[in-house]
């Protein structure tokens, strides 16, 4: 099973809509959590990270579900500017190198 | 935040040849990383740049094949050595700030084809 799992996608979603994306990671130890997002040719950039109790962040909601080794994205109302690449990232304390990335959602809003 | 200024953006360059990159932070940082994003994969460390000392680098990663520099808290290169097309990726610097739990800020990038 690999570290961290995305689905690749990509996600073809009408504007307006809400589409969430899942990752699973391997190491129960795992201490923190986050979403990057990356644009096309462009460098990753943090959207937010995920707590434990979940957090909300505008059109963007993240949760984390520890017992199942997942979390999640929920993207409200999407807008074009929302197409990019997502991508999960786990600290993963007791491993090295400790964060490790999944290889990213691809999401298309469409108009 | 921090911004992350990495140089060349791009480059193309022939086998067997060198190409040092840069990569300058506007303040100063303790932990600098190098990653590497081949298309279609996950961020890969390379390695971390530690001022002072020699960098400590990941599986599958050697010193004589990415040597880094790491001169002061604001500066790192990388340097990827006598290059093979597989070398073709992109090279990111990168920079945690606010501790082992801080935020990880990125450079642009830099894109590198061998031919």
């Known amino acids: 099973r690999k570290e961290v799992e995305q689905d690749p996608g990509p996600f073809n979603v009408p504007e307006g809509a809400t589409v969430a994306f899942n990752c699973t990671y391997s190491?129960?130890?795992?201490?923190?959590f986050f979403w990057y997002r990356q644009d096309c040719r462009k460098e990753p950039k943090l959207l937010m990270s995920?707590?434990?109790s979940g957090n909300e962040d505008g059109r963007f909601t993240a949760q984390l579900n520890r017992a199942s080794q997942y979390i999640s994205l929920l993207i409200r109302d999407s807008k074009l500017s929302d197409s990019a690449t997502y991508l999960c990232?786990?600290?993963?304390?007791?491993?090295?190198?400790?964060?490790?990335f999944g290889k990213g959602t691809r999401l298309s809003v469409i108009a | 935040s921090a911004v992350i200024s990495q140089k060349p953006s791009r480059d193309i360059c022939q086998r067997g040849t060198s190409l040092t990159i840069q990569c300058q932070v506007d303040?100063?940082?303790?932990?600098m990383f190098w990653y590497r994003q081949q298309p279609g994969q996950s961020l890969t460390l390379i390695a971390t740049?530690?001022?002072?000392?020699?960098?400590?680098?990941e599986s599958g990663f050697v010193i004589d094949k990415f040597p880094i520099s790491r001169p002061n808290l604001t500066f790192s290169t990388l340097t990827v050595s006598n290059m093979s097309p597989e070398d073709s990726s992109i090279y990111l610097c990168?920079?945690?700030?606010?501790?082992?739990?801080?935020?990880?800020?990125f450079g642009e990038g830099s894109r590198l084809t061998v031919l």
């Open positions: 995920v707590y434990s």
């Open positions: 303040s100063q940082v303790t932990m």
């Open positions: 740049a530690n001022q002072g000392s020699e960098a400590t680098y």
């Open positions: 990232v786990v600290n993963m304390k007791r491993t090295h190198p400790p964060l490790v």
């Open positions: 990168s920079a945690r700030l606010g501790g082992a739990a801080g935020e990880l800020f």
């Open positions: 190491n129960s130890a795992s201490q923190s």
